[in-house]
């Protein structure tokens, strides 16, 4: 009965069967078997199956309210029992984790050598129960989503560039701006965060520097990846013109591996970085927080 009540309240938190059983690691089709064996056994339907999704019906309101609560004292009462002292699980987008927070980390070690960290490298959406039921302690995150029932703080915001290999750049000389962009292969990170569209942040640039972009477009080719780091890999590989993120390529900029080719038009992303805690008592945590929000308010003054 506890797994189906667990897969109940991910099923409700969702309000979606698919997005429930990615959270869960299992199928859509074994959520809705557990959650038809559980409305079975209560007698009552819990969910309203609609045209384009799913709603709770009162009952499932009134358990789901109960079950959440009662879940969420489980998941934290054993996070305390099993936790490891000393030992922070923090959880980050792998682009992020790779190329900004690994290289500095050392610093951290050096400020803090009684803490360990144990860094997890992932990108789904996380909430309360979710960090709780992983034993998560801190999670960045690249989104411009609001929060609910979870402590977060905005780290930096996110400015974006297209950048290119030098290379590249010289192949298609005397081109620049938009007929180097035309002329080039497009590369896109995979939706960056939840319920984003895979080019959504060429989208964003584009529709500030060249908001006719679409009827002026030449027709050049695209290609997606599904993380950031790859779509730069393949941007030093002279394979075509990546998104840049000015914390992910600041590195590539300053070795020349990478150059910008926005001719100066850097443009906000909607997306930002976000620290997401659960307890602000914890004193590791604390310590953590203060380095990260540290370490960022560095990279935007210096770019280092």
Known sequence: MLGALRCFDVAARHCNFTRAAEALHI??????????????????ALFVRLPRGLALTDAGRRLHAVVSDHLAGL??????????????????????????????MARFHRDHPDIEIKL??????????????????CAIRYDPIDYDEIHAVTLMPETLIPVASPQLVAAH??????????????????????????DIEWQTWLARVFPDWESG??????????LSMLSLMAARNHQGIAMGRRALVAEDLQSGSLVDVSAGAAVTSPGRYVLLTIS?????????????????????????
């Open 27 to 44: 199928t859509p089709g074994a959520v809705s078997q557990t959650i038809r064996q559980l409305e079975t056994q209560l007698s009552v």
């Open 120 to 137: 997890v490298a992932e990108f789904q959406r996380v909430d309360r129960h979710e960090m709780l039921a992983s034993g998560t302690d």
């Open 280 to 304: 602000d008592a914890d004193a590791r945590v604390a310590a953590f927080s203060i380095w990260l929000a540290a370490e960022c308010a560095r990279f935007l003054q210096t770019g280092q």
């Open 217 to 226: 477009h030449a027709g050049g080719a695209h290609q997606e990846f599904n």
């Open 173 to 198: 000389a005397p081109l620049k701006g938009r007929a180097l962009l035309a002329a080039c292969t497009l590369l896109h990170d995979a939706a960056p965060w939840d319920g984003a569209t895979p």
């Open 75 to 104: 998941s934290e009462a054993v996070a305390r029992i099993s936790a490891t002292p000393n030992t922070l699980r923090v959880t980050c987008s792998p682009s992020f984790a790779m190329m900004w927070l690994m290289p500095r």
